[in-house]
């Protein structure tokens, strides 16, 4: 079985610049793939990764902001020219089926595969997904329209000393983009091995940071320091900083194992 990782397909915020792109990440987990947001140009960067879309049936999407959505119909309809014929599986809160569908009749009314939309409640903390090996969870955020991140747990089926069977949980990887700082999000991300939590400005943007509901650097890490994570992962940064490693300085004082998301990132969970 392969390792558990994390694919860096954009890691910017709204405005795109010559170094970042709008959110998405390729979460690999039990030899499954998973797409989380899908913003802007996400067709042309897994074509440069040479990611093949064979093994992707299911795509996140946390909120309905365009730079975590935009992308989509351009996904949907290259999949329809590569005459896919699996299933894809999206999962969000239910205003995307009603957004997305007007275009994909407009643009892939011939493709050869379904597309299967699954409501969510962004409100609620509720396992989405649930296979042998992989589970998913939504985790309420606090932004400007209805929000949550993932939390994705790698389960094994394991024999009890009874002769009874059960299931453990391995790797824990949660995405949390876009929320303003928020401690209750703590006892749903609690000990889990890898935590990407947006850092969209510093604490020289603090005000604006609460403004607009996204949180700085500095609260991502405290974020992490109570939770008590393995690692953390910034990322969703604001097009007025050039220079990402400022971001780093002001978390890792506050959480040390603070690493910076770039794009084409692979990050083992």
């Not at 970042?20 to 802007?40: A, H």
């Not at 974020?223 to 978390?251: M, P």
């Amino acid at each position: 079985m392969s390792e558990s990782k994390v694919t860096i397909l954009g890691c910017g915020s709204a405005k795109p610049t010559k170094t970042t792109s709008p959110s998405s990440q390729l979460v690999e987990i039990c030899d499954k793939s998973f797409l989380v947001d899908c913003g802007e140009g996400v067709v042309l960067t897994m074509q440069k990764l040479g990611i093949h879309t064979s093994r992707l049936y299911n795509i996140f999407i946390s909120h309905l902001h365009g730079d975590h959505c935009f992308g989509l119909i351009g996904l949907l309809t290259t999949l329809g020219m590569l005459k896919r014929t699996q299933p894809m599986h999206i999962y969000a809160q239910p205003d995307l089926e009603r957004l997305l569908q007007p275009l994909l009749d407009y643009h892939a009314n011939d493709r050869l595969y379904d597309i299967i939309f699954h409501p969510i409640n962004p409100r609620k903390h509720a396992v989405i997904f649930e296979d042998r090996t992989v589970s998913v969870e939504t985790i309420p955020l606090k932004h400007g329209v209805p929000t949550c991140g993932f939390l994705f747990k790698e389960t094994h089926r394991v024999k009890n000393e009874d002769g009874t069977f059960g299931y453990e949980t391995r790797k824990r990887y949660a995405y949390c983009s876009d929320t303003q700082y928020s401690e209750k999000i703590v006892p749903i991300i609690e000990g889990v091995d890898t935590l990407y939590h947006e850092s969209t400005f510093l604490q020289s943007h603090a005000k604006r940071s609460k403004e607009v509901k996204h949180s700085t650097a500095a609260d991502a890490a405290k974020i992490a320091s109570l939770a008590n994570v393995g690692k953390l992962i910034l990322g969703h940064y604001s097009a007025r900083v050039e220079d990402h490693s400022l971001f780093l300085q002001e978390a890792k004082p506050i959480f040390e194992n603070t690493i910076l998301a770039e794009e084409n990132d692979v990050i083992l969970l």
